[in-house]
């Protein structure tokens, strides 16, 4: 059954109170000025599963609610005064669950506001009880709505009053969301922003284009996501921030011959000194975003013998965030930042008669992929029981190199064959990048025990931190008892027949 309903451009919400009032008992109950806030992450994950966060204020009261983004059925409210930063913040109960399971560490950020007349309605029977309840919007900028909020066990009135809206009084059922007209306005869409990497590239088209295409869509992504960096929004912004980093630095490497020499090498340089400027911050976040899965690992009589840890961890990513941002206000950050993307930006040189074509994009993406895939079976096979951590951390910098690549030129391919490829590949990732993690993780907890002798932290926290430098050097070895079944997996003939097809010849 329909639950929201757009009027006419021409009726007004008192002209239609008036008609539908001629045909049914309608009851007012209440009218007010209204502002509506909408939110969502950065990379919209509430509206990626259907939902519609909206924080509605007026005189009376304001509110919190949580909406389907399919029919405006409202899931869950709660009364607030704002809107904080993260879910936790909430009160508990449904809205924080929900919002908490969706966002994960992802801030809530205001996408736009509008402001509208709202009307609470009532459509009663002939002993005023109430049947159906109805708001209805009056807005300046778009056609005013209806929802419809029904009753249990009155699913007939609902049924019989949608039937006298659409027939009568001339209302359209409508599934689009206010916030998708709301974001029109602006010149704007859902999903504008996403981590994942989305070309469509011509096979033929010449290499350098296609490389400049690619590079201009990181850049695009590294300046999105500089703001919510800068200002520490959320975690998130800074990871976002590094991968698309980390992407560049990888095509200016391993897709030699495409650029000219020397600038490969100089916007190299610089991509790889961003990753190292940016890299202490990141790594504190992670251990601050795993803090309380170190808690819980621990047996429960000593979990909150580790919390000093968590202060002496904000305390250095804090120093570290400082000394980041010194380097981000530098003249190599932003002079350099600037002249990648006018570089970006030129038309390549067409020289009169050119001694050769330049090669096509799926040439070079063939070239350097099957390459890659290649070195990577060869350090795979050379990882034995006895292989030091180094050995595996190689295979996995090759592994992520492999999968940027891939991901670059997907759009080149058979997509059911690259889902397959990308998705074993992510799943060597997954053990490869726990064990990195693990190994990682144990080193700096020791050296942070270290660190942490000279303040005047409890022998309890120390004990602490023995014990779970013991629990992580038990799932790394756990982890890596994984990783020879998983290789094999992967690197199995049907995946070795598929790369040899797609990437192993340019025809």
């Not at 309605?121 to 005023?128: A, E, V």
């Not at 159906?132 to 009135?157: F, M, S, T, W």
């Not at 120093?319 to 600037?338: F, G, I, N, V």
Request: charged share 25%.
């Amino acid at each position: 059954m329909s639950l929201q309903f757009e009027l006419p451009a021409n009726l007004s919400a008192e002209k239609f109170l008036a008609e539908l009032s001629e045909k049914a008992d309608i009851q007012l109950i209440s009218r007010h000025y209204c502002l509506r806030t909408y939110y969502d992450s950065f990379d919209w994950r509430l509206w990626s599963n259907g939902i519609v966060c909206e924080f509605n204020r007026s005189k009376v009261c304001s509110s919190l609610s949580l909406r389907t983004l399919k029919n405006g059925r409202i899931l869950a409210g709660s009364e607030i005064a704002e809107v904080p930063p993260f879910p936790r913040q909430l009160t508990a109960g449904i809205v924080q669950d929900s919002l908490q399971s969706l966002l994960g560490i992802r801030a809530l950020l205001a996408i736009c506001t509008l402001d509208y007349e709202a009307y609470q309605l009532n459509l009663l029977n002939k002993d005023k009880k109430t049947l159906v309840r109805l708001d209805l919007e009056e807005y300046e900028l778009c056609n005013n709505r209806l929802l419809l909020q029904p009753i249990k066990g009155y699913e007939q009135a609902a049924e019989n009053l949608t039937r006298l809206l659409t027939g009568e009084l001339g209302l359209t059922v409508t599934d689009k969301p206010v916030l998708l007209i709301a974001l029109e306005l602006q010149g704007r869409h859902p999903k504008d922003y996403s981590s994942k990497l989305k070309l469509t590239l011509d096979p033929a088209l010449p290499a350098d284009m296609a490389v400049k295409t690619i590079f201009g869509h990181l850049l695009k992504a590294i300046k999105l996501n500089e703001h919510g960096m800068l200002a520490d929004i959320d975690s998130e912004f800074l990871h976002d921030f590094r991968v698309a980093v980390r992407r560049t630095r990888t095509g200016l490497k391993q897709l030699k011959g495409v650029l000219p020499e020397e600038v490969a090498a100089y916007y190299s340089d610089f991509f790889s000194w961003l990753g190292q400027v940016t890299c202490p911050t990141r790594d504190l976040d992670v251990h601050l975003i795993q803090f309380e899965h170190y808690k819980s690992v621990l047996p429960e009589n000593i979990r909150d013998d580790l919390n000093p840890l968590y202060d002496f961890l904000l305390k250095k990513k804090q120093q570290a965030r400082q000394d980041m941002l010194e380097q981000l206000k530098s003249p190599r950050y932003l002079t350099t930042l600037l002249e990648w993307e006018q570089y970006l930006k030129q038309q390549p040189l067409q020289a009169v008669q050119p001694a050769s074509p330049a090669p096509a994009a799926k040439t070079v993406a063939n070239r350097s992929i099957w390459k890659m895939y290649n070195r990577a079976l060869r350090q795979g096979k050379a990882i034995t029981p006895e292989s030091p951590a180094e050995n595996l951390h190689t295979l996995r910098k090759t592994c992520k190199k492999l999968r940027y690549l891939i991901e670059f030129f997907q759009s080149l391919y058979s997509e059911s064959h690259i889902k397959h490829l990308l998705k074993d590949l992510k799943e060597l990732q997954t053990v490869l990048g726990d064990f990195q993690d693990y190994t990682v993780q144990e080193q700096a907890i020791q050296q942070f025990s270290e660190e942490m002798i000279q303040s005047a932290n409890s022998a309890k926290t120390f004990l602490a931190m023995g014990v779970l430098v013991q629990i992580l050097d038990e799932k790394k070895w756990q982890t890596r008892a994984q990783f020879s079944s998983c290789f094999e997996h992967f690197t199995r003939n049907k995946n070795h027949s598929i790369f040899k097809s797609l990437f192993a010849s340019d025809d």
